[in-house]
């Protein structure tokens, strides 16, 4: 099928705001492919309050916030395919691109739209990322898939859980499991700064009298048909190893897993789209264009994000590029300037700025400052282009570089590259 002008993967709070942004900016056929029953993404089962709080100054439960975009791109006339999956996306000898569906109604059909937005979200690391030693009995789950359970399914997945990491899904579980009437022996963390918003350490943690770790982790997992127990040790902050004597044994049936957020991007992988070895998804531009033209890429497959109001604006960022790509409107230098980190930057996104629309630079740093700081911006050449002070900076908290688009066009041939940073004030 050729005559689709943005076609979006993913129908979570990127692709739906993306299906806004395409319509709105004039697309005529905007059709969004999701491989679950519903639309909504992750969202669907993050049903407790805290959401659209910027977007809609409002304090909403996740599917709320999801149902009034959906209802906003239903009415703009987007097109929803669901119980969809995309398994393939590859590119044309001419540069087009075309991706390989199946839909039990449907069978398997290519779809070479004029342009495609990338909103897959992200997946959580398994235990298998990290090793642990010991048995595999059952009770241990990502904090993502017994949100799921408990949240849509109905299911309880255990009376007394032990967390490991402290990413927010996993501080929203703790509070979550206590509410279900489990206990939670605690939560523990191998860095020594928490992995989550303080907001949720206070509100998820502290408010319910979770007491929480830092600098220690499980080193092993005992039980055969169920878990019966972990070994948690504190750790060494300069080698990551555990610190022989300081073994616990902590008896619970529950082991729950925070321990990080992949972008989902094998698709991405497939159809050569360049990748950011740091931040798992694609390199992108302001405009959320990849190294890939007709593909723009938006929400968690780019960059985990703390908040869902970032998501959306980068959903209808990159929604309406790809509608202006589709309509032969999008001539810009890709990768006009590129973006780098400073000293105690890990990630950040996008890496290219072009000068075509304001910017906003998300960034992650590698150590917290735990006082007054400064985020900056600055040219190769030494030309100041952002400054912000904060009273602290720390590495579970998005901060931003905001740019406007005036300032990277006025930047003359001589700069090579903008370097972002936070410094101690
Ligand atoms: C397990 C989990 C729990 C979370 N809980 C919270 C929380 O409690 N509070 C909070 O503030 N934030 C939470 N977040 C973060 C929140 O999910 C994000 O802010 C937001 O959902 C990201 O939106 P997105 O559209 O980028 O991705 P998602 O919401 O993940 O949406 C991606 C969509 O793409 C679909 N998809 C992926 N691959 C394909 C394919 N090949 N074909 C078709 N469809 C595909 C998926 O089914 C999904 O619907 C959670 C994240 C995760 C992973």
């Given at each position: 099928?050729?005559d689709?002008?943005?076609?979006?993967?993913?129908?979570?709070?990127?692709?739906?705001?993306?299906?806004?942004?395409?319509?709105?900016?004039?697309?005529?056929?905007?059709?969004?492919?999701?491989?679950?029953?519903?639309?909504?993404?992750?969202?669907?089962?993050?049903?407790?309050?805290?959401?659209?709080?910027?977007?809609?100054?409002?304090?909403?439960?996740?599917?709320?916030?999801?149902?009034?975009?959906?209802?906003?791109?239903?009415?703009?006339?987007?097109?929803?395919?669901?119980?969809?999956?995309?398994?393939?996306?590859?590119?044309?000898?001419?540069?087009?691109?075309?991706?390989w569906t199946?839909n039990?109604?449907?069978?398997?059909?290519?779809?070479?739209p004029?342009?495609?937005?990338?909103?897959?979200?992200?997946?959580?690391?398994?235990?298998?990322?990290?090793r642990?030693?010991?048995?595999?009995?059952?009770?241990i789950?990502?904090?993502?898939?017994?949100?799921?359970?408990?949240?849509?399914?109905?299911?309880?997945?255990g009376?007394?859980?032990?967390i490991?990491?402290?990413?927010?899904?996993?501080?929203?579980?703790?509070?979550?499991?206590?509410?279900?009437?489990?206990?939670?022996?605690?939560v523990?963390?191998?860095?020594?700064?928490?992995?989550?918003?303080?907001?949720?350490?206070?509100?998820?943690?502290?408010?319910?009298?979770?007491?929480?770790?830092?600098?220690?982790?499980?080193?092993?997992?005992?039980?055969?048909?169920?878990?019966?127990?972990?070994t948690?040790?504190?750790?060494?902050?300069?080698?990551?190893?555990?610190?022989?004597?300081?073994?616990?044994?902590?008896?619970?049936?529950?082991?729950?897993l925070a321990?990080?957020?992949?972008?989902?991007?094998?698709?991405?992988?497939m159809?050569?789209?360049?990748?950011?070895?740091?931040?798992?998804?694609?390199?992108?531009?302001d405009?959320?264009?990849?190294?890939?033209?007709p593909?723009?890429?938006?929400?968690?497959?780019?960059?985990?994000?703390?908040?869902?109001?970032?998501?959306?604006?980068?959903?209808?960022?990159?929604?309406?590029?790809?509608?202006?790509?589709?309509?032969?409107?999008?001539?810009?230098?890709?990768?006009?300037i590129?973006?780098?980190?400073?000293?105690?930057?890990?990630?950040?996104?996008?890496?290219?700025?072009?000068?075509?629309r304001?910017v906003?630079?998300?960034?992650?740093?590698?150590?917290?400052?735990e006082?007054?700081?400064?985020?900056?911006?600055?040219?190769?050449?030494?030309?100041?282009?952002?400054?912000?002070?904060l009273?602290?900076?720390?590495p579970g908290?998005?901060?931003?570089v905001?740019?406007?688009?005036?300032?990277v066009k006025?930047?003359?041939?001589?700069?090579n590259?903008?370097i972002?940073?936070?410094?101690?004030?």
């Open positions: 099928m050729k689709i002008d943005v076609l979006i993967i993913g129908a979570g709070p990127a692709g739906v705001a993306a299906g806004i942004g395409a319509r709105r900016e004039g697309a005529e056929h905007v059709v969004i492919l999701e491989r679950d029953w519903d639309a909504g993404g992750i969202l669907q089962q993050c049903i407790h309050p805290g959401f659209g709080l910027r977007t809609f100054r409002e304090e909403l439960t996740g599917p709320e916030y999801m149902h009034r975009f959906i209802k906003q791109a239903h009415e703009a006339g987007v097109e929803f395919r669901q119980n969809t999956m995309v398994f393939e996306m590859d590119e044309n000898p001419d540069g087009s691109m075309g991706v199946m039990k109604e449907r069978g398997i059909e290519r779809l070479e004029k342009a495609i937005v990338l909103a897959m979200g992200c997946r959580e690391r398994p235990l298998g990322a990290i642990i030693p010991g048995s595999r009995p059952a009770g789950y990502t904090a993502g898939t017994a949100q799921r359970f408990v949240n849509m399914e109905g299911h309880m997945p009376k007394k859980a032990v490991l990491g402290s990413g927010d899904i996993g501080l929203i579980m703790a509070r979550r499991m206590i509410w279900e009437g489990a206990e939670v022996e605690g523990y963390e191998v860095m020594s700064w928490p992995g989550g918003l303080r907001r949720n350490i206070a509100q998820c943690l502290d408010d319910y009298g979770i007491p929480f770790h830092l600098e220690t982790t499980v080193t092993k997992i005992h039980g055969k048909d169920r878990l019966e127990g972990v948690v040790a504190k750790i060494d902050p300069a080698t990551r190893a555990p610190i022989a004597g300081t073994e616990r044994f902590v008896e619970c049936d529950t082991l729950l321990i990080g957020l992949i972008p989902e991007n094998e698709l991405s992988r159809a050569g789209v360049e990748i950011h070895p740091v931040t798992g998804g694609p390199v992108v531009n405009l959320l264009q990849t190294s890939k033209a593909v723009f890429a938006a929400g968690n497959v780019v960059i985990v994000y703390d908040l869902v109001d970032n998501v959306s604006d980068e959903g209808l960022i990159a929604g309406t590029n790809a509608a202006k790509f589709a309509a032969g409107k999008l001539n810009a230098d890709m990768r006009r590129p973006v780098k980190g400073g000293d105690n930057v890990r990630l950040f996104s996008p890496q290219y700025v072009t000068g075509e304001d906003t630079i998300f960034m992650r740093i590698t150590h917290p400052i006082g007054a700081c400064k985020v900056v911006a600055n040219t190769d050449t030494g030309v100041k282009l952002y400054m912000q002070r009273r602290y900076a720390r908290e998005m901060n931003e905001r740019l406007k688009a005036e300032q006025e930047l003359g041939s001589d700069v590259s903008i972002i940073d936070i410094q101690p004030a």
